[in-house]
């Protein structure tokens, strides 16, 4: 059974530009959940995605989009990017929305905006 | 919405004794509780977790957590603590049913040796 992997683990970039970061959720999971995780703070929802579909969203705004694809994995798009975008990314899957108590959390990406 | 306080930023204790982090919660509905320890430049690490049933927990490395529905709390403990217990531990709540975790702050555990 292969776990939630995430890419890339670092990477860097400047302030106004766009990221992309990536996730592939456990073999049979549908549902990726994505979170940021700020310094001195402890992870925020961002939001779900089952079977393609946005399935709830936290308070981001809408320069944070994602997509899931047809295999489960995920990307998480973030534009314009703000000095306060620097944290860590973690994506958890679960199998079925709705089902956060069973969610597996990736190992992140650090993201830094200079 | 559900929430999670943490109400200590960090918890000293010496090596071998009993090592408390507490955690009371908000949600509406029976809570799923859990909690997680992230080591320096690392992800969650899953500990433990209450879902139904014994309000005592038991999970990874001796950790154990105790369910207080009356009080809304979530307390882990140990009851003695290793130097490699030091870490960032956090606790998070979500009721059934729903898309999403809500964590505290977290709590810098430092263990002396």
């Known amino acids: 059974e292969t776990g939630v992997t995430q890419s890339p683990t670092h990477l860097i970039k400047t302030r106004g530009q766009q990221v992309t970061l990536r996730c592939s959720s456990q073999s049979g999971h549908n549902t990726v959940s994505w979170y940021q995780q700020a310094l001195g703070q402890g992870p925020q929802f961002i939001f779900q995605y089952y079977r393609e579909e946005e399935n709830g969203r936290g308070n981001f705004p809408p320069r944070f989009s994602g997509l899931q694809f047809p295999n489960y994995s995920s990307e998480l798009n973030v534009n314009a990017l703000e000095l306060d975008d620097s944290a860590l990314y973690l994506c958890?899957?679960?199998?079925?929305?709705?089902?956060?108590?069973?969610?597996?959390f990736g190992p992140g990406t650090r993201l830094t905006v200079t | 919405a559900q929430s999670v306080a943490q109400p200590e930023d960090q918890v000293n204790v010496a090596e071998g004794n009993p090592l408390t982090v507490k955690c009371t919660y908000s949600v509406s509905g029976n809570p799923y509780l859990f909690w997680y320890v992230q080591y320096p430049n690392r992800g969650l690490q899953f500990l433990l977790k209450y879902i139904t049933g014994d309000n005592l927990v038991k999970g990874s490395y001796g950790f154990e957590a105790e369910f207080n529905k009356s009080q809304t709390s979530f307390h882990l403990k140990k009851p003695s603590a290793l130097v490699s217990d030091s870490a960032l531990y956090f606790c998070?709540?979500?009721?059934?049913?729903?898309?999403?975790?809500?964590f505290g702050k977290g709590n810098q555990v430092v263990v002396i040796p």
């Open positions: 998070a709540v979500t009721p059934r049913g729903n898309n999403r975790l809500a």
């Open positions: 958890a899957s679960s199998l079925g929305r709705d089902r956060a108590y069973e969610q597996y």
